[in-house]
C-alpha cells in the first residue's frame, strides 16, 4: 500500500488521501490493484486472471491518467473495454422552461 500511495504522490502528481480510487495493472497485465482512502484508512483490493490478459487500457490522447466512472471501472474489472460501452450519458441537463 505504501508504495502504491508513493506513486500516486511522486510519478501520478495526485493526492492518494483525495478520495479518488486510483487502479494500477502489472507489466503483464494479468492482475489489477485498485487503491482508495475512506477517511480512516486505505482499501486494497486485487483481482488476477486465472486465465489471460485484462485489455490495455489508456486515454484516447495516450496518457497514464484516465478518468473512469463508476460503470466504466466495473466494465474494467469483468475484463472488457470501458470505451466501447453503449452507455447512458452520465448527467442530463434539464431545461428549467
Not at 35 to 59: E, H, I, N, P, T
Not at 74 to 88: S, W
Amino acid at each position: 500500500m505504501n508504495s502504491l500511495c508513493g506513486v500516486c504522490r511522486q510519478v501520478l502528481k495526485q493526492d492518494p488521501f483525495c478520495g479518488a480510487v486510483f487502479v494500477f495493472h502489472n507489466k503483464r497485465r494479468t492482475s489489477l490493484k485498485i487503491l482508495a482512502y475512506d477517511g480512516q484508512g486505505f482499501w486494497l483490493c486485487m483481482k488476477r486472471l486465472s486465465v489471460g490478459r485484462f485489455r490495455k487500457f489508456v486515454s484516447p490522447h495516450g496518457h497514464q491518467i484516465s478518468a473512469l466512472a463508476a460503470h466504466e471501472l466495473q466494465v474494467l474489472l469483468v475484463n472488457g473495454d470501458p470505451k466501447m460501452i453503449n452507455a447512458a450519458p452520465l448527467w442530463k441537463p434539464l431545461s428549467t422552461q
